[in-house]
């Protein structure tokens, strides 16, 4: 990817929920130490600011928004932002989302919203954003879906649709994208530590740890599950040249999750 403003300016990214301590965080450590101007977007603001801070004593290059990416001019914001901060913007990670483990006859309208909200109406809104913002010369949208657009679970009915939806946004917006420049991939994790997770899991598992200790076992095909880092790693993959030929894919990092038909 080229930057317009000049070869020898860092290319700048937002990443939305980048504050997170899973995947979020992971992605905005691995971009900011290779280079990038990383606008991180979260509404975490004491997270948000604390991540900013330690990437930035690290000599690294990044700038905290805060705001909640479903409210409508969020993305057009965020954009803004990046631009007075750092004169433009060269990709976007749609990484902020939400989970919900329920039965579909106890989930009300104003759940399922949200949820859509979160993890739909906000990466497309801030694909818009990008699309128009992102120069001519190229640049890379990468989205984070979920092993649960391919596969589910009891209880995962509105959480798989929404990344589902993020999967043919994902070939979609390349296709529309693809004219301008700009390449649109998207990573589908399996399961990565996060204290949201965790929460997830307790609906499920009274002990978390020992659910989460044989889940590599039962459900993956190698021994240590993926880390966030490792998600950012992929992440820089798709944003960089070495990938200038891929667009419109979709990629699992579960650790053989997806590969399985029953579990081992
Ligand atoms: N962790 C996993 O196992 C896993 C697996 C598959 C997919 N995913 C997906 O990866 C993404 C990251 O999940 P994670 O669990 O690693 O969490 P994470 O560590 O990336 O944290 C999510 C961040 O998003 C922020 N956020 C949530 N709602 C927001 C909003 N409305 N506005 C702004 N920021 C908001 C939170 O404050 C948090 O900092 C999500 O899209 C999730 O669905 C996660």
Redesign the pocket.
């Given at each position: 990817m080229t930057n317009a403003r000049g070869a020898t300016a860092a290319k700048t990214v937002i990443v939305?929920?980048g504050?997170?301590?899973?995947?979020?965080?992971g992605v905005s450590a691995v971009l900011a130490e290779a280079g990038w101007n990383v606008v991180i977007?979260?509404?975490?603001l004491e997270?948000g600011r604390a991540l900013s801070k330690h990437l930035a004593g690290q000599g690294l290059s990044t700038a905290f928004f805060e705001?909640?990416?479903?409210m409508p001019n969020c993305a057009d914001e965020a954009v803004a932002f990046a631009q007075s901060n750092f004169g433009g913007v060269d990709a976007l990670v749609n990484?902020?989302?939400?989970?919900m483990v329920k039965d579909i006859a106890d989930v009300s309208d104003e759940e399922y919203r949200r949820i859509f909200s979160?993890?739909v109406d906000a990466p497309y809104r801030f694909s818009r954003a990008a699309v128009c913002a992102i120069p001519r010369s190229g640049g890379a949208i990468v989205n984070?879906g979920?092993?649960h657009a391919l596969a589910t679970l009891a209880g995962y009915t509105v959480y798989a649709a929404t990344k589902g939806a993020i999967d043919s946004l994902t070939r979609a917006l390349a296709i529309d994208c693809g004219p301008r420049g700009i390449r649109v991939n998207c990573i589908h994790?399996?399961?990565?530590p996060?204290p949201?997770?965790r929460e997830l899991i307790r609906r499920f598992a009274d002990d978390v740890d020992a659910w989460l200790d044989t889940y590599t076992l039962r459900k993956q095909l190698l021994a240590n599950l993926p880390t966030?880092r490792q998600v950012g790693e992929l992440v820089k993959f798709f944003l960089s040249d070495a990938a200038s030929a891929i667009t419109g894919q979709s990629i699992a990092i579960d650790g053989g999750t997806s590969a399985m038909l029953y579990e081992r």
């Open positions: 939305t929920g504050a997170g301590e899973g995947i979020g965080g977007v979260d509404l975490d997270t705001a909640d990416v479903t990484n902020a989302g939400i989970g979160v993890n984070i979920s092993v994790p399996g399961l990565v996060s949201q997770n966030p």
